[in-house]
Antibody
Framework: EVQLLESGGNLVQPGGSLRLSCAAS????????MSWVRQAPGRGLEWVSA???????????YYADSVKGRFTISRDNSKNTLHLQMNSLRAEDTAVYYC?????????????????WGQGILVTVSS | AIRMTQSPSSFSASTGDRVTITCRAS??????LAWYQQKPGKAPKLLIY???TLQSGVPSRFSGSGSGTDFTLTISCLQSEDFATYYC?????????FGQGTKVEIK
């Protein structure tokens, strides 16, 4: 059974930092791209960042414009864990943050939807 | 960034109704589209990917169609557990973007 468990959420002051983690189990973590998706209170879903599978040429990372330069995504395949380092936090970063596993690649195509989600972790940025 | 626009934003329906939600992409995304269901306080749940492929375990009353820029999610016979908010999402290119959501409420 695939499980994704986020941790590290907290109340932090504007300008502060926080590191989220997502512990994965039930699948071969190193073989799948992973993403973070957030949802501000009462709002819709917003994709935040993604990290690809680490290949011989390294891994690739992607960011939403709203977090580029402030957030850093990383993965530790030895520990089956995804991280999101969040710096220079703003009030508008207040949200529930979800860790999400991306879909699979077949011989024909890659299906990069989100097939499994964690339960979410709340990050509150406020003074 | 590709903009995803859902319609309607919300509506009321009764159990047993056939309902359709539409999603339009600001540029062509082939069939790289997924639909999710979200209930209050819960994580989103994948319903459909590749525009029309039903995720394992999802009831067959859910179906998806479309390609290019116009897509639909249809629930053939609305059940009580289907009252929720539905999101479309494109994964054709980064940044991956979601529609604003469609809330299905009980009439």
């Amino acid at each position: 059974e695939v499980q994704l468990l986020e941790s590290g959420g907290n109340l932090v002051q504007p300008g502060g930092s926080l590191r989220l983690s997502c512990a994965a189990s039930g699948f071969t973590f190193s073989s799948y791209a992973m993403s973070w998706v957030r949802q501000a209170p009462g709002r819709g879903l917003e994709w935040v960042s993604a990290v690809s599978v680490i290949s011989d040429s390294g891994g690739s990372t992607y960011y939403a414009d709203s977090v580029k330069g402030r957030f850093t995504i990383s993965r530790d395949n030895s520990k089956n864990t995804l991280h999101l380092q969040m710096n220079s936090l703003r009030a508008e970063d207040t949200a529930v943050y979800y860790c999400a596993k991306e879909g699979y690649c077949s011989s024909i195509s890659c299906y990069r939807h989100f097939d499994y989600w964690g339960q979410g972790i709340l990050v509150t940025v406020s003074s | 960034a590709i903009r995803m626009t859902q319609s309607p934003s919300s509506f009321s329906a009764s159990t047993g109704d056939r309902v359709t939600i539409t999603c339009r992409a600001s540029q062509g995304i082939s069939s790289y589209l997924a639909w999710y269901q979200q209930k209050p306080g819960k994580a989103p749940k994948l319903l459909i990917y590749a525009a029309s492929t039903l995720q394992s375990g999802v009831p067959s009353r859910f179906s998806g169609s479309g390609s290019g820029t116009d897509f639909t999610l249809t629930i053939s016979c609305l059940q009580s557990e289907d009252f929720a908010t539905y999101y479309c999402q494109q994964y054709y290119s980064y940044p991956k973007t979601f529609g604003q959501g469609t809330k299905v409420e009980i009439k």
